[in-house]
């Protein structure tokens, strides 16, 4: 089956810790996204990438790193640099061109502060 | 930059009738793409409609149409025979066609509209 990966679903970090989210897919898409979502909130955009190796920052990107070493994955380190993390995360893919484009969603990872 | 804005943070419509959500975007570019996006509790985000710039021809999908108004640039989302089931959060969303290079691929979001179906 294809699709998008996101682990773990709930995770904790003490104030102070670094904490990466997985994101894994495996529908051979170019561009991958990190939002995060507040409570009654839209989805803010951290990070994309478009390409292995290459990534643009988004609007809340302050705190937040990523990395492109392949293409199925794009995983997303929470900083002690962020000073409110606890929030929803949610991971996409896309082809940004062609007939049948489309962002392609996890199902989200659940961040706690403790 | 890109911006997209939802004027309407909740609506609630009654069940078997229509409703329209709102959406409007700004963008310089010619070649994009514009997505409605379903919410339920369970947080999982399931496209509803998409439609590309280039077709003039309005998206339909079931019960779900939009109209899509280029030059206004407009995107609204017409629901018709409501269900309970479509209670959620609906997204309007735009992404920049192309090749890579520049703000091509950039998925932008906006803030949502929380639909009600009452019985």
């Known amino acids: 089956d294809g699709g998008i990966t996101q682990s773990p679903k709930y995770l904790f970090r003490k104030e102070g810790q670094n904490v990466t989210l997985s994101c894994e897919q495996n529908l051979n898409h170019d561009a991958m996204y990190w939002y995060r979502q507040d409570p009654g909130q839209g989805l803010r955009l951290i990070y994309y990438?478009?390409?292995?190796?290459?990534?643009q920052k988004g609007d809340i990107a302050e705190g937040y790193s990523v990395s492109r070493e392949k293409k199925e994955s794009f995983p997303l380190t929470v900083t002690s640099a962020q000073k409110n993390p606890t929030a929803f995360y949610l991971c996409a893919s896309s082809h940004y061109q062609g007939m049948n484009t489309e962002a392609f969603f996890g199902q989200g990872t659940r961040l706690t502060v403790v | 930059a890109q911006t997209v804005t939802q004027s309407q943070p909740e609506m609630s419509v009654q069940e078997a009738e229509t409703v329209t959500l709102s959406c409007t975007y700004d963008t310089s570019e010619n070649n994009y793409y514009l997505f409605w996006y379903k919410q339920p509790p369970s947080r999982q985000m399931i496209l509803v409609i998409r439609?590309?710039?280039?077709?003039?021809q309005n998206a339909t999908e079931n019960r779900f149409s939009v109209n899509f108004q280029k030059a206004a640039k407009s995107f609204s989302l017409k629901i018709s025979d409501s269900q309970l089931g479509d209670t959620a959060m609906y997204f309007c969303a735009f992404m920049n066609g192309g090749n890579y290079g520049g703000s091509q691929g950039n998925l932008i979001f906006g803030k949502g509209t929380k639909l009600s179906v009452k019985p």
């Open positions: 439609q590309e710039a280039y077709k003039q």
């Open positions: 990438s478009q390409i292995v190796n290459d990534f």
